[in-house]
């Protein structure tokens, strides 16, 4: 069982999606206030603890400033739940964005089965009425691949 590192507000009540005007009209995917810890890889070497501000099937706000050239960088973004049982993901990824206060992260690609166990942690701990399920059935997700063989 997957579960949130300590914090009230996902473990007393399910979450409602965030949103700011102009910005879901633009989003494919629905983004949701979860906090996870991680660690962000930069391809130079980089290696940044940090915490998302929001996560969705296809990226994460995270509070984490890479020094270095700006957007479009690629990274590698590990996501850690803890609780009964550590979990974690592992993401191939591209920051598209980043200001002083985080970045943004867009998922390129991630293990299939590793997406799986994501998406089913994000929807015990959201609120909403088959959304995730739209956007995969939309293909509005990483590409998934099977990690084990590569």
């Given at each position: 069982?997957?579960?949130?590192?300590?914090?009230?507000?996902?473990?007393?009540?399910?979450?409602?999606?965030?949103?700011?005007?102009?910005?879901?009209?633009?989003?494919?995917?629905?983004?949701?206030?979860?906090?996870?810890?991680?660690?962000?890889?930069?391809?130079?070497?980089e290696?940044?603890?940090?915490?998302?501000?929001?996560?969705?099937?296809?990226?994460?706000?995270?509070?984490?400033?890479?020094?270095?050239?700006?957007?479009?960088?690629?990274?590698?973004?590990?996501?850690?739940?803890?609780?009964?049982?550590?979990?974690?993901?592992?993401?191939?990824?591209m920051?598209?964005?980043?200001?002083?206060?985080?970045?943004?992260?867009?998922?390129?690609?991630?293990?299939?089965?590793?997406?799986?166990?994501?998406?089913?942690?994000?929807?015990?701990?959201?609120?909403?009425?088959?959304?995730?399920?739209?956007?995969?059935?939309?293909?509005?997700?990483?590409?998934l691949?099977?990690?084990?063989?590569?």
């Amino acid at each position: 069982m997957l579960t949130c590192p300590v914090n009230p507000a996902v473990s007393s009540s399910r979450i409602q999606p965030e949103a700011r005007p102009g910005v879901m009209e633009k989003r494919k995917n629905a983004r949701f206030p979860l906090r996870l810890t991680g660690q962000l890889s930069l391809e130079y070497g980089e290696h940044l603890e940090t915490e998302t501000a929001d996560v969705s099937l296809r990226g994460a706000r995270v509070e984490a400033v890479p020094a270095g050239e700006g957007d479009r960088q690629h990274c590698v973004l590990t996501l850690f739940a803890e609780g009964p049982e550590v979990f974690s993901v592992t993401i191939d990824a591209m920051i598209v964005h980043q200001d002083e206060h985080g970045c943004g992260i867009e998922f390129q690609s991630m293990d299939a089965k590793d997406f799986e166990l994501f998406k089913e942690f994000i929807e015990r701990h959201v609120h909403g009425d088959g959304d995730l399920q739209k956007e995969v059935e939309g293909s509005n997700i990483p590409k998934l691949k099977d990690w084990t063989e590569l």
